[in-house]
């Protein structure tokens, strides 16, 4: 079950913000990433939720697909915006079956729901990970057509361990791009 919090702007914009395992809109990428979306003007629609404990990667894949299409089929607007953190991006092949654009923070580059789907977008992508994430993968993520900002050492949270001002300074490259990649959808 998922809970929704509304930030209302342009109701013609939705972004549909879909959290990680234990990475809720609140924390700092998603939490700034809203700020981004609202400050240009898009209704930004947060998803909240808590995973069920499921072993098999299909049915985590499946659940992930089914809340972010049920948030989908919610919206009236003309234009619609996937943004996902970690779990979140096992809702990649959603955002291409609607051919909608998407924001990917940390995509799990080793799930092949994940990876077919990063591999096969043709809307704008923008795919954000780091060196020191074992979740990610620069090549393939270089080998699609999305944007890419790969960080240098950056962990799955995107910061550096045991370094509060480099992850600080990590935060501010992230929403500059998200930024950047915004303003021109």
Known sequence: MADHNRYEA????????LPGARYTPAHPLLYFTRGVLHAHGWTVQEVWWEPPALSDRAAV???VCDQATAALDREKAERLLLVGKSL??????VAVERDLPAIWLTPLCGERYVTGALTTATAPTLLVGGT????????????TKAEVLEIPGADHG???????????????QVVGTVDGFVARL
């Open 10 to 17: 342009d109701p013609n914009r939705v972004a549909i913000v």
């Open 61 to 63: 894949s499946g659940w």
């Open 88 to 93: 979140g991006t096992f809702a990649a092949p």
């Open 132 to 143: 020191g994430d074992p979740t990610w993968n620069g090549d393939l993520a270089r080998s």
């Open 158 to 172: 995107l910061e550096t361990e045991h370094d509060p001002v480099n992850s600080a300074d990590i935060l501010r």
